[in-house]
């Protein structure tokens, strides 16, 4: 093994080493910018990471050379601590895989050995194919590059130029470029005026990119609208991917009535109660509205259920206070104190 890696002492350091041009990405919940400078004190333990997945930090490095207009595409899997904090050993086990199979310059292109030693690399994850999309489009607007060739063939779709049943013309890499472009032209309003009319076939992908964008009001009209017609009809796939769509904007008023409402307004399914703590989570950084969610989920007289996503809450920094905060709170119901007795038990 090459001693190179002995003195790299971090990712952002073997990134900076080899000359490269990178932006860091979350994808474990869905796609955020993770900052340079915040990256840097993730990896130096200064901060927990912001977005914990299943006690992982899961991320795309996208770096490329100045004079190079195709970025290459790390997806990395690492472990975080009982703190949250990034694994250290784990980060310099995936950085000394890295110079062996490279060296410290990352640009050059793989032998076939090299390549071998990459894809045995422990730490490396393929995402879902919807999360890949995402991913690229939101890489080659970040670089100022064109959308992909599907653009223009998920544009013409969304205009109704061929009717609504050619969707088998659409191809999710199109409808995650549209998405992620909807501030350009007049793409949101293309998206507003088809959306009552795309099948679900277009629309569950779409809405797995929209969860990553924030939405104009009149969109989020749009899904609200459509999910309470899915919920209605008992399509319960199609309501769950439209309440996805709503989770990068559920700060706007539209949503936070909407999921508030939801919230406080029947027995919400398993499911339901998964999205909202994995992609909506954000709107349970309201004391009041994080209180009933935590009424709402013992509903479900599911002890495991509650376990796993009082876990997962409590993994975030954003939410952890809150949430210790309500569960001493001598406002809790009986059923709730009994499941957060049932909590420390073991």
């Not at 653009?151 to 199109?174: F, K, M």
């Not at 009535?257 to 703590?277: G, H, R, W």
């Not at 569960?327 to 009994?338: V, Y």
Request: hydrophobic share 40%; net charge negative.
């Amino acid at each position: 093994m090459s001693t190179t890696s002995n003195h790299i002492a971090s990712i952002s350091e073997l990134l900076n080493l080899s000359g490269s041009q990178y932006r860091i990405y979350d994808i474990g919940r869905r796609v955020d910018k993770i900052s340079k400078e915040q990256f840097e004190k993730i990896e130096s333990a200064q901060l927990p990471y912001p977005f914990p997945s299943q006690g992982h930090a899961q991320l795309a490095i996208a770096f490329w050379q100045k004079q190079s207009t195709t970025p290459y595409l790390w997806f990395v899997k690492l472990p975080l601590d009982e703190r949250g904090l990034l694994n250290q050993g784990a980060r310099n086990h995936f950085i000394a895989i890295i110079v062996e199979a490279l060296g410290s310059d990352l640009s050059v292109s793989p032998t076939e050995q090299q390549e071998t030693l990459l894809k045995k690399n422990p730490y490396h994850f393929t995402p879902p194919q919807y999360k890949l999309a995402a991913v690229n489009s939101i890489i080659s607007v970040a670089l100022k590059q064109p959308a992909s060739k599907f653009y223009q063939p998920a544009i013409n779709y969304l205009s109704g130029i061929n009717g609504w049943d050619a969707w088998h013309e659409v191809g999710v890499q199109g409808l995650s470029d549209v998405a992620i472009r909807i501030d350009d032209n007049s793409n949101a309003e293309v998206l507003t005026s088809a959306f009552n009319n795309l099948p679900e076939q277009v629309l569950s992908p779409l809405c797995s990119t929209l969860e990553n964008m924030v939405l104009p009001a009149e969109l989020i009209e749009k899904i609200t609208q459509r999910y309470v017609l899915a919920n209605s009809e008992n399509d319960t796939s199609l309501a769950l991917s439209l309440l996805r769509a709503l989770a990068s904007s559920t700060q706007h008023p539209y949503s936070e009535k909407f999921i508030v409402e939801l919230i406080n307004s029947q027995t919400l399914s398993e499911d339901t109660l998964i999205i909202i703590a994995g992609r909506l989570w954000s709107i349970l950084n309201h004391e009041e509205i994080l209180f009933n969610y935590l009424e709402q989920l013992i509903k479900s007289d599911d002890l495991e259920l509650f376990k796993a996503i009082f876990k997962d809450l409590v993994a975030i920094p954003t939410t952890r206070p809150l949430l210790l905060q309500a569960i001493r709170s001598p406002n809790r119901s009986s059923a709730l104190a009994h499941a957060i007795g049932e909590l420390f038990k073991q």
